[in-house]
Each structure stands twice: as C-alpha cells, then as structure tokens.
C-alpha cells in the first residue's frame, strides 16, 4: 500500500495568492482528516470528512479555507487568499470508520510544507 | 472541552536510560487513546489504547492505561539515538469517525 500521498511537498508563495493543497487516502479508507502543525499550536484539526461528506469543519480558521472532496480517492484544501500566518505543515491523513467508530488509527501523509511570504 | 496534556514538554536522555512520558486527558464519551512518534516528517502509529490496565508492548517500547485516573504512560528502555522524536498522545471520543485530538507532544532528545 503506498500509504497516504500528500502534494505538493513544499510550497512557497506570496501573501494573496491561492495555494491548493492535495491529498490521496489510502484506498479502503472512508474517513479523511486535514491538520496543520505549528511550533505554537501542535497539531491541530481543520476539517473531516467520512464517506466524502464533510462531517465537522469547525477547526477551519476562517472562510480563506475550503476543503473538498469529489470522490472517495481525492481531497483538496484550498486557502485564498494566502496569509503569512497560515504558514505550517499540511496533513491529511485517513482511517477506516465503522458507523461512527474508528477501526483502525489515522495514517497520515508526509505533509505539506507551506510558506507565505 | 476536552483535552489532553503531556508532560514533560522535552526530555533529554543518554542512551541506555529508561524514561516515561505522561499524557492526562478531560474527556466525554472516551474510545481509546493512542500514541504516535513523529520524527522529521509525518506522525506514525505506536499504540492504541481502549482499555484499563493492559500493557500494549513492542519491543522496548510499552504503554498502558488507566480509565479512572484519566492518564496513559509509555516507557520507553533502554533509549537509542532513533528515539528521539515527538511522541504525540491523542483521544478519540464519541462518535467521531476516529476523529484525533492531540497533545502537545513531548520532545524527547537521545545523545549517544
């Protein structure tokens, strides 16, 4: 299994711009989950879905952030626009669910490094 | 709200020593608790937690925990320099679809 696949694996743009973020679950999974990890703040949830539904996107910082997800193999975090502040590494990571349980542990992407300047 | 604390922040060790990482939680509805190691990339699975007083173990690694006092503990013996890493503590609680809230961390640091 290639595990979960997460791109770009760095980013660096400028203040204003839209970054869009990818991510792969692994295949089986049907829960999704985005985190951002700062030095100041650990890792912290943004938004997740199960069975390609949104399910809580509460953790989501402001309405510059969007997740989607079209099909059960694809999501997308989008921020536009970018801010200095939402530089931080990006994971998603994927689990499988039954009902509303978890069955096995979140597997998480090697993450994507974003940079705002 | 709930939440989750470990302790210590950081730790530094020589290789051989034994150390224990703390993690407490405040939660409703719990389901397990888990434990991860993330080193320079992403968070990696180590243990799953769901019930009192059994000891889950691999290797020189073992964690255990305790429902009424609201904590888990994982030791770790005798350290090598590939311990160190973060070692994240994170819950998962009520109907979450396996949703993870997460500690701080605590940054362990092994020298030779």
């Known amino acids: 299994d290639a595990g979960v696949i997460q791109s770009p694996r760095h980013e660096v743009t400028e203040m204003g711009q839209e970054v869009t973020l990818r991510c792969k679950p692994i295949?089986?999974?049907?829960?999704l989950f985005w985190y951002r990890q700062t030095m100041m703040r650990g890792l912290e949830l943004l938004i997740y879905?199960?069975?390609?539904?949104?399910?809580?996107d509460s953790g989501m910082p402001e309405d510059r952030f969007s997740a989607k997800m079209p099909n059960a193999s694809f999501s997308t975090l989008k921020i536009q626009p970018s801010e200095p502040r939402d530089s931080a590494v990006y994971f998603c990571?994927?689990?499988?669910?039954?009902?509303?349980?978890?069955?096995?542990?979140?597997?998480f992407g090697n993450g994507t490094r974003l940079t705002v300047t | 709200e709930d939440k989750v604390v470990q302790s210590p922040l950081s730790l530094v060790v020589h290789e051989g020593d034994t150390v224990t990482l703390n993690c407490s939680y405040e939660?409703?509805?719990?389901?397990?608790l888990l434990w991860y190691k993330q080193e320079k990339k992403a968070p990696t699975f180590l243990f799953m937690l769901?019930?009192?007083?059994i000891e889950k173990k691999s290797g020189r690694l073992s964690s255990i925990l305790d429902k009424k006092e609201l904590f888990s503990i994982l030791n770790i013996t005798a350290t090598q320099t590939g311990d160190s890493a973060i070692y994240l503590c994170?819950?998962?609680?009520?109907?979450?679809?396996?949703?993870?809230?997460f500690g701080q961390g605590t940054i362990l640091t092994v020298h030779p």
């Open positions: 879905f199960n069975n390609n539904v949104p399910i809580d």
């Open positions: 295949s089986g999974h049907n829960s």
């Open positions: 939660v409703t509805n719990f389901r397990s």
């Open positions: 769901t019930s009192s007083g």
């Open positions: 990571a994927s689990s499988l669910a039954l009902g509303q349980g978890p069955i096995s542990p979140l597997h």
């Open positions: 994170a819950f998962s609680g009520g109907t979450s679809y396996g949703k993870l809230t």
